[in-house]
T-cell receptor, first 113, second 113 residues
Framework: NAGVTQTPKFRILKIGQSMTLQCAQD?????MYWYRQDPGMGLKLIYY???????DKGEVPNGYNVSRSTTEDFPLRLELAAPSQTSVYFC????????????FGPGTRLTVL | QQQVKQSPQSLIVQKGGISIINCAYE??????FPWYQQFPGKGPALLIA?????SEKKEGRFTISFNKSAKQFSLHIMDSQPGDSATYFC????????????FGKGTKLTVNP
């Protein structure tokens, strides 16, 4: 199993550009999450999904959109990039059920200039 | 509003010493408390976790102590090693089935040889 994979690893965007951060998992997990990590601030939940076709907002959803058309994929879309979206983005997945481990991808480092 | 407060922000210990990281929470709906370890350039990985009906859980050199009445929990790393140098995050998951992680801000641990 590859686990949780994310692409790209790094990206530099100009203000106003758009991009999609890709996330895929091959563990047949129902639940998937997008977090952003800013220095000294921990990780904050952007969006999450409890299954294909179901998504919901987390703590910091503004400026982002998601979709979940398959169990495996959970892309995160930035429509109009802003400097405030400079961060490291992590995707994670978990098999449903409290107490199961949430697996994280390696992250995407995004800089908006 | 920070739902999980973590301290200290950084910690330096000598090899063989004990590292202690503390967390506190307010939301009594939290019912699972994992700790994550993150090395530079990597995603967080589950280290150890505890449920609120247990006061202590030990796995090797890592121990979680949980005080439900005080709404506090802590991570103790015994015989700390340079390889333990990483950032540690406490987290909490509320009941309800979404398994959303609420993270503390993290503690950067440095273990000197």
């Amino acid at each position: 199993n590859a686990g949780v994979t994310q692409t790209p690893k790094f990206r530099i965007l100009k203000i106003g550009q758009s991009m999609t951060l890709q996330c895929a998992q091959d563990m047949n997990h129902n639940y998937m999450y997008w977090y952003r990590q800013d220095p000294g601030m921990g990780l904050k939940l952007i969006y999450y999904s409890v299954g294909a076709g179901i998504t919901d907002k987390g703590e910091v959803p503004n400026g982002y959109n998601v979709s979940r058309s398959t169990t495996e994929d959970f892309p995160l879309r930035l429509e109009l990039a802003a400097p405030s979206q400079t961060s490291v983005y992590f995707c994670a997945s978990i098999q449903d059920g409290l107490g199961n481990e949430q697996f994280f991808g390696p992250g995407t480092r995004l800089t908006v200039l | 509003q920070q739902q999980v407060k973590q301290s200290p922000q950084s910690l330096i210990v000598q090899k063989g010493g004990i590292s202690i990281i503390n967390c506190a929470y307010e939301n009594t709906a939290f019912d699972y408390f994992p700790w994550y370890q993150q090395f530079p350039g990597k995603g967080p990985a589950l280290l150890i976790a505890i449920r609120p009906d247990v006061s202590e859980k030990k796995e090797g050199r890592f121990t979680i102590s949980f005080n439900k009445s005080a709404k506090q929990f802590s991570l103790h790393i015994m015989d700390s090693q340079p390889g333990d140098s990483a950032t540690y995050f406490c987290a909490a998951i509320p009941g309800g089935g979404s398994e959303k992680l609420v993270f503390g801000k993290g503690t950067k641990l440095t273990v000197n040889p």
